[in-house]
């Protein structure tokens, strides 16, 4: 897990880029399914990293922390229909 | 609240030791309420463009995805100045944590600023909340989060005030984590919203 900031928003912004880019190359399935995963992994980044929620034991840790994954997998299995 | 970082580096977010949220439990019961309703309008944007397959594509030709990703990047850059503005804060430099929640509202208006002309284009062209369901719906989600990140503005020049007046101190940080928190939840939902509104086809 990174916890510095500038890395994460580096790394935030490089999985942007790299979405965007890709999405301009290609319209396949598995084009979407990368992009979502890159949504799941900065979602994670975001909840883990700048809201501070690493190492808490809560259940709100891991709502946040799921919250992306979870709705990119619902996302992924509505789109691809 | 975490325990003050003060023996970590000036960029490095600190594991949590206790149970204790960062800022306001009632900010983190506001957060889930938004991400839900959010969460259900990704779901029913995503079922509806499943219907309506070639309408969405038509629409999602219309818009701009250059400005879509224009305004990602403001917004998450606009986020690591607000994280490293708390720590900042946490490490008894306040003047520099100021510094660097403006930062965040000047990236925070480049997306407005994008976002405002993205509007006009579209209005121009003659699409609106009354057009086709794509546009709806784009609107919709975009207006709501566009509000979001304006208030959260308001929430950063206040607290960036106040930290230039050291209202916050590393002993008094809950409401600066919690705004802080307010503005990670408006970054969170555009990560979702940027790629299925403007990305994947």
Same mark, same amino acid.
């Given at each position: ?7 994460? %928003? ?21 084009? %979407? ?49 | 609240?975490?325990?003050? %970082? ?35 309008? !990704? ?65 925070? %208006? ?28 784009? !609107?919709?989600?975009?207006? !709501? ?9 308001? !929430? ?46």
């Amino acid at each position: 897990m990174i916890t510095s900031v500038p890395l994460i %928003s580096v790394s935030l912004i490089l999985m942007t880029i790299g979405s965007y880019a890709l999405a301009e190359q290609s319209t396949a399935p598995w084009a %979407s399914a990368v992009i979502l995963l890159f949504v799941a992994i900065k979602g994670y980044l975001i909840a883990d990293g700048f809201m501070e929620l690493r190492g808490h034991k809560r259940m709100l840790r891991y709502a946040m922390a799921l919250y992306c994954p979870l709705l990119s997998l619902l996302i992924w299995l509505i789109v691809k229909q | 609240m975490n325990s003050p %970082s003060l023996d970590a580096t000036a960029t490095e977010i600190p594991l949590a030791s206790g149970k204790l949220l960062p800022g306001d439990f009632a900010v983190w019961m506001l957060i889930l309420i938004e991400i839900s309703t959010f969460g259900l309008m !990704f779901i029913a944007f995503s079922g509806m463009r499943t219907y309506e397959r070639e309408l969405f594509l038509a629409g999602q030709a219309v818009i701009h995805p250059l400005a879509g990703l224009i305004n990602t990047v403001a917004l998450l850059a606009a986020s690591g100045f607000v994280a490293q503005g708390v720590l900042d804060n946490r490490n008894n430099k306040q003047q520099r944590a100021a510094i660097m929640l403006f930062a965040g509202m000047a990236m925070a %208006s480049v997306y407005v600023i994008v976002k405002l002309w993205e509007y006009w284009q579209l209005g121009s062209a003659g699409y609106g909340l009354n057009g086709d369901h794509f546009f709806m719906a784009y !609107f919709l989600l975009t207006g !709501f989060h566009f509000m979001h990140v304006v208030m959260g503005m308001i !929430f950063l020049a206040v607290m960036a005030r106040k930290l230039l007046r050291k209202a916050y101190g590393p002993n008094n940080q809950a409401g600066l984590e919690s705004g802080a928190c307010y503005w990670h939840m408006i970054d969170l939902i555009w990560v979702v919203l940027f790629p299925i509104v403007y990305v994947i086809r």
